[in-house]
């Protein structure tokens, strides 16, 4: 053998299996950067979806808090209208008390009135029929009466009459 060609064939027999290793090699590295490429894929489309899945949720998240705030606006505004109302109809029985106690108040000085006249008048009435002590005289004390109050009359009083004919009435009972 020949040491030149010995070297060539050597170079041969090592190139080939050098390059048939680096083909080996070259293979392999396509086959993992192949299925490097699948998984970095696989691993996209997994984002992508979570990514789509998200922004559906936000989205479905934004409208149930567009919903809740609505629902919360009119809440408030209802609140609001029946804070409202509710002084509305406050204002209407503090009106309404005040009504009362003015018409108490007014009450409470007719009957005080009421009764002076009343005492008033029973004092009159044991006045025109004092010293009467039986009926014939407690009748001809009424006629008296009747001309003197009788409403024609000039110095007349339909009140005064109505009074001496129940007082009249009242001592003809006890006779």
Do not use: C
Request: hydrophobic share 35%; net charge positive; glycine share 4%.
């Amino acid at each position: 053998m020949d040491a030149g060609n010995s070297k060539e064939e050597y170079r041969e027999i090592a190139g080939v299996n050098l390059d048939e290793a680096a083909e080996k090699e070259l293979q392999a590295l396509k086959l993992w950067l192949f299925s490097e490429n699948i998984r970095i894929q696989s691993e996209q489309k997994k984002l992508l979806e979570m990514k789509n899945r998200f922004l559906k949720e936000r989205v479905q998240f934004q409208e149930e808090m567009k919903i809740l705030n609505q629902k919360v606006t009119a809440a408030r505004q209802r609140l609001r209208q029946d804070e409202l109302f509710f002084e509305k109809k406050m204002e209407i029985l503090k009106d309404g008390f005040s009504s009362l106690e003015a018409d108490r108040k007014a009450f409470e000085r007719e009957k005080g009135e009421f009764w002076s006249r009343e005492r008033e008048l029973s004092d009159e009435r044991g006045v025109f029929f004092a010293g009467v002590g039986n009926q014939l005289a407690l009748k001809k004390r009424y006629k008296d009466l009747l001309k003197i109050y009788h409403p024609d009359n000039l110095a007349g009083d339909k009140e005064m009459m109505q009074q001496i004919s129940r007082e009249y009435e009242r001592l003809k009972k006890s006779m």
